[in-house]
């Protein structure tokens, strides 16, 4: 596929962004041991669950950049608002 215009609002596939598998696979080769965002999500939803945090008691808050890594469905903030059954 050929390169496109980024004046057309489109990515050239040189410069779109690697798989989630490539990005997997650098991130356990350059950071072994990191947990993903999902194992995060879930410690700190069973840590706040066993303290009696529900989502009726607790106001979720973040000072995450809200930038295109962080905004998406799978970022950390997502995944605390699907484990603690928060509306954001």
Do not use: H, W
Not at 8 to 35: D, H, I, Q, T, W
Request: hydrophobic letters at 40%.
């Amino acid at each position: 596929m050929a390169a496109v215009s980024p004046s057309l609002g489109l990515v050239s596939p040189a410069n779109a962004a690697p798989s989630a598998s490539a990005f997997e696979a650098n991130l356990r080769k350059n950071f072994p041991g990191a947990l993903t965002n999902s194992a995060i999500s879930l410690r700190v939803a069973a840590a706040l669950r066993d303290r009696g945090y529900t989502p009726g008691n607790t106001l979720f808050g973040s000072s995450l950049c809200s930038d295109e890594i962080n905004d998406t469905a799978e970022s950390l903030v997502g995944d605390f608002q699907n484990k603690l059954g928060t509306d954001g």
